[in-house]
């Protein structure tokens, strides 16, 4: 079955410090993987999407089909960063999406 | 941009009640979707749509149902509302050329 897994649910760092968000994924083909934000009083809108390789907002993506993960890593978090996180995939040639249940990420001061 | 509006932000119903939550896009994308979501569990898919007056099951259909008569509004119905229901629903929808979801800003649903 299709799964993904967030294992924490809240992540806690300081201001400046490095932050990942672990995402772990269950699929037996090749999925996309996503990255979606919500900050607070905002709609949940997409951050990033491993087939663009791309670093946005300073994060970054790597997928490890070895390891089934898709953690979001960050080197130097901002409080602007604080928000909740959801990872999520698509099987080839879909369109349902799966999701985490979510990582609150709380950047301190 | 892409816009998706949900008919309302914030809407309280009794027990029994038959409540209707509309969605809106304004893309001419060909999929639909309803979720809710709830701390710690995420988003959990409703009902979905890929063509107008189609529509298919998500993970937890029971007590719901959907209408989809144009392309661009899809409609998640709540027969008779239960407490259980209460929870804040997202509607989003995406194109088959990117996979992309865009999500509008929510409904926050509570069931006395």
């Known amino acids: 079955a299709q799964r993904v897994t967030q294992p924490e649910k809240l992540l806690s760092v300081f201001k400046g410090a490095p932050v990942e968000l672990k995402c772990n994924y269950s699929?037996?083909?090749?999925?996309?993987l996503f990255w979606y934000v919500q900050y607070s009083r905002q709609r949940l809108q997409l951050l990033l999407r491993?087939?663009s390789r791309e670093s946005i907002k300073g994060f970054t993506a790597d997928l490890n089909k070895g390891e089934t993960s898709f953690h979001l890593k960050k080197p130097f978090a901002q409080e602007e960063d604080s928000a909740m996180y959801y990872c999520a995939l698509i099987s080839a040639g879909g369109f349902k999406t799966i999701f985490g249940a979510g990582t609150r990420l709380f950047v301190k001061a | 941009d892409v816009k998706v509006t949900q008919s309302s932000r914030y809407l309280v119903k009794r027990t029994g009640e038959k409540v209707f939550l509309e969605c809106v896009q304004d893309?001419?994308?060909?999929?639909m979707f309803w979720y809710r979501q709830d701390p710690g569990l995420g988003l959990r898919l409703i009902y979905f749509?890929?063509?107008?007056?189609?529509?298919e099951k998500g993970d937890i259909p029971e007590g719901y149902s959907v209408s989809r008569e144009k392309k661009e509004r899809f409609s998640l119905i709540l027969e008779s509302a239960s407490t259980n229901q209460t929870s804040m629903y997202l509607c989003?929808?995406?194109?088959?050329?990117?996979?992309?979801?865009?999500f509008g800003p929510g409904t926050r649903l509570t069931v006395l």
């Open positions: 989003a929808s995406s194109n088959s050329d990117t996979d992309t979801q865009y």
């Open positions: 491993h087939i």
């Open positions: 699929y037996s083909g090749s999925p996309e």
């Open positions: 749509s890929y063509d107008v007056k189609m529509k």
């Open positions: 893309m001419d994308h060909e999929n």
